[in-house]
């Protein structure tokens, strides 16, 4: 077996996440080939190539994938694919607008939010908002997959794999999508999806003013900022702070949630974390059910009180 696994990167680094499926391709077993395709893309190779397992990196060095755009890097990974036995991605917005795109292109049907690798055609994912896990097998000659990023310990940068390049087929007459521009929130706490501690915060501080309140707590102990679909529904926190089904999936050593009810689409996206604190002033909160600590209290009042005492 041979398996494709697309690196994805920004800014010049690795990011975390591609350890991640580097991790799952391991337990498939096989020959491990991870894809690295931008723009000046040098540094990343080089971070590519101390992936432990990873056998080889191919770097696709193009203008046109700069900003690696899903309808610009589907056509030419989908002209690779056919080499291989399985194609992974993280399940990240980068894997997930990637692989449909890839299983439209070669009639193949991706499995998504892999959380668990039975064999090199079974594999496990949630369906429901995790209430279920579906055991799937696919007969595709080709297998498609999307790693959840919280299933799978990252692997260590202690490889040495060799470097190939590759030409990519005529990008410039097939390209229909350009990049315009981005905005990037700037932050100095850690991202979302690697911090090792997160401070949650829901619809029951009631304002963008109050949510204030979970960005120092944060702070305070060195940790990543989420919300809940409701907070940022309601406008008191920015799409990019959620955490769910509909958000990010995050898997922290310690996740405290805020004045969160605990609805299941939010569960879905923290339930794996290490360690669950949870404050809420509704003892019957749903949120509850998977903490390892729970406080019934006022917010207002607690979380005024445990920055006091840190």
Do not use: C
């Not at 723009?39 to 990196?57: F, M, P, R």
């Not at 668990?116 to 055991?135: C, E, H, Q």
């Not at 940068?157 to 981005?182: C, T």
């Not at 809420?280 to 909160?285: I, L, Q, R």
Request: proline share 5%; aromatic share 4%; hydrophobic share 50%.
């Amino acid at each position: 077996m041979s398996i494709l696994v697309i690196a994805e990167h920004h800014q010049g680094h690795l990011k975390p996440a591609t350890r991640v499926a580097v991790a799952a391709a391991q337990k498939i077993g096989g020959e491990i080939t991870l894809l690295v395709a931008g723009h000046s893309v040098a540094d990343i190779i080089k971070q590519g190539t101390a992936l432990t397992g990873v056998a080889q990196v191919i770097g696709i060095d193009h203008q046109a994938l700069a900003h690696q755009l899903p309808e610009v890097l589907a056509p030419v990974i989908a002209a690779l694919a056919p080499a291989y036995t399985h194609v992974l991605a993280p399940a990240t917005a980068f894997g997930k607008n990637l692989l449909p795109r890839i299983g439209g292109l070669m009639d193949v049907q991706p499995i998504a939010d892999v959380i668990d690798i039975l064999s090199s055609d079974t594999f496990k994912r949630p369906v429901y908002a995790g209430n279920a896990i579906a055991t799937v097998q696919s007969k595709d000659a080709i297998k498609l997959l999307t790693i959840r990023t919280t299933a799978f310990d990252p692997v260590a940068m202690n490889g040495s794999a060799a470097v190939s390049s590759a030409e990519p087929p005529s990008l410039a007459d097939n390209i229909r999508s350009h990049f315009k521009s981005e905005e990037i929130t700037q932050s100095a706490r850690p991202e979302l999806t690697a911090a090792k501690i997160v401070v949650s915060g829901g619809r029951a501080l009631g304002s963008a003013e109050n949510f204030s309140l979970i960005e120092k707590l944060a702070d305070k102990l060195g940790a990543a900022v989420g919300a809940s679909r409701a907070a940022v529904d309601a406008g008191y926190a920015p799409n990019d702070y959620q955490v769910g089904q509909t958000g990010k999936v995050v898997a922290p050593e310690l996740y405290i949630a805020v004045g969160i009810s605990g609805a299941i689409q939010h569960l879905a996206g923290m339930k794996d974390s290490k360690i669950i604190v949870a404050i809420n002033k509704d003892p019957d909160a749903p949120i509850f059910q998977v903490a390892d600590y729970g406080l019934v209290a006022d917010l207002f009042e607690a979380v005024p009180e445990l920055m006091g005492k840190l």
